[in-house]
């Protein structure tokens, strides 16, 4: 019976010898790219879990360690899928120039030592930092961009997780745990977070950021620091939203701190002026003063739009601005474009475009209600508690609605905000669901008091 029982625990494994030999020799035919993104996928896994166990709540670690797991799984599958089967998707975005750029500082710095960009890339992209990285990446482990996209999908899973954290620490488990499940399944935030794209660490950047000012603002100074330091390095990367954040984190966090009312004003300036030296010392100008007076001035608005109005379909460059008064005359239809734009009969000039159009319809345009409805509820009853929230919302949606003459690199571009957005969604969610409580409980009441006739 022993010797019987050892040949069936030995049978399995002998005969499993054969499908192991066939997926092996499957996986070296799929080449080494493949075998390279599945050895760094377990490690991706466990600095993420390692991560997630530091950061997230006790009390919802199980539930958020499972979304975190799902969304990381998910981010993995789509990355290999435009690795291997869709590769020509990322010609069309800026993943073209990011991955030859860096593969170009990589060889560089093998064979002539630290270079700069500038240095080797005649004409460099914007989010030097994102380029930077990527090509550190390749300089330690050699090309392979389907590396950087599966360390996107890591940060775009973590960003789900500082997303529940701060809809939690401003309202309530609720709202955190409907914010993290609509970021973890939005299509469109998976698409471009899965690519070789910025987009992932200005996500989690913006997001670790906020959640680092909320911080600060419960007078945690030593958290000024890490603030000063994150805010840093989504400059490298999205200048334009860590000159918002600056701003509004600075100018908000005297309403968000306790204390007296000289106290939080110290602090609030105290983060005024660590973080604008910071900018400074990296090139911006105090607060970044020197690039939104270049960036952000009516000239620089008016070439950027027109800079960014080619393509097939969904082309809008809007009317030239000549001054302060058009500039807010043409706000409306700018927000509405950013927001809002390409409409679904617009979305025809691709596959890709109509494949837009049920996300539109079906749950970002809901969702943008519900973040309305949400907004008007914060701004009425909670509006010093939120104020970070809210400001930045508005200040970053107006500051960056003008600058888009191309509505598909607008719809790209404010999945970066969607998060915040759906805070405010869930929020709106709650506030309709009471009001359809109350409504439900009122009808038998109403009923009861009603005249008898006859």
């Avoid at 997926?23 to 600095?47: D, F, K, S, T």
């Avoid at 499972?66 to 969304?71: I, Q």
């Avoid at 020509?88 to 800026?94: A, G, M, R």
């Avoid at 000239?299 to 809007?318: C, F, L, M, V």
Wanted: charged residues 10%.
């Amino acid at each position: 019976m022993k010797t019987e029982h050892r040949w069936q625990r030995w049978a399995l494994p002998l005969l499993l010898i054969p499908v192991w030999i066939a997926i092996g020799g499957g996986l070296i035919m799929l080449g080494e790219r493949y075998l390279a993104g599945l050895i760094l996928m377990p490690v991706l896994l466990g600095i993420g879990l390692l991560w997630a166990s530091v950061i997230v709540p006790h009390a919802e670690r199980t539930w958020l360690l499972k979304l975190f797991l799902f969304s990381l799984v998910l981010h993995f599958c789509t990355s290999f899928v435009i690795e291997f089967v869709w590769p020509s998707f990322e010609s069309i975005s800026d993943g073209a120039a990011y991955g030859p750029h860096a593969a170009t500082i990589a060889t560089a710095w093998h064979t002539r030592g630290f270079v700069t960009y500038a240095d080797v890339v005649p004409v460099p992209v914007s989010a030097a930092g994102y380029v930077y990285f990527s090509a550190a990446l390749y300089w330690l482990i050699g090309y392979n961009t389907l590396f950087i996209k599966l360390i996107n999908g890591l940060f775009a899973s973590l960003s789900i997780l500082y997303t529940y954290k701060i809809a939690n620490r401003l309202f309530d488990g609720q709202v955190a745990r409907r914010s993290a499940l609509i970021t973890a399944l939005m299509p469109s935030i998976l698409l471009w977070t899965s690519q070789n794209l910025k987009d992932s660490s200005v996500l989690l950047l913006s997001l670790w950021g906020f959640w680092e000012a909320l911080q600060v603002a419960r007078n945690r100074l030593p958290r000024l620091g890490m603030l000063a330091l994150i805010i840093l390095l989504l400059s490298t990367v999205r200048i334009e939203t860590a000159l918002g954040m600056a701003v509004i984190f600075s100018s908000t966090l005297m309403f968000q701190s306790r204390g007296h009312f000289i106290w939080r004003l110290a602090l609030s300036a105290l983060a005024l002026i660590l973080i604008g030296w910071g900018l400074q010392r990296a090139g911006y100008g105090f607060l970044g003063s020197d690039v939104l007076s270049t960036r952000l001035s009516i000239d620089a608005i008016n070439a950027k739009r027109t800079a960014t109005a080619y393509g097939g379909s969904a082309i809008d460059p809007g009317p030239k601005i000549n001054s302060l008064g058009g500039l807010i005359a043409y706000l409306p239809l700018a927000l509405a474009n950013f927001l809002l734009r390409p409409w679904p009969w617009e979305a025809t000039g691709s596959a890709l475009q109509l494949a837009t159009i049920p996300e539109s319809l079906f749950i970002w345009y809901p969702l943008f209600g519900l973040a309305l409805l949400g907004l008007i509820h914060v701004l009425r009853t909670q509006l010093i508690h939120t104020a970070m929230l809210w400001s930045y919302i508005i200040g970053a949606t107006i500051a960056a609605a003008p600058q888009y003459g191309n509505l598909g690199t607008a719809y790209r571009h404010r999945v970066q905000l969607w998060p915040f957005y759906f805070i405010l969604a869930s929020v709106g969610w709650q506030v309709w669901r009471r009001w359809r409580e109350r409504v439900r409980q009122s009808k038998p009441l109403a009923a009861q008091q009603r005249p008898l006739r006859g």
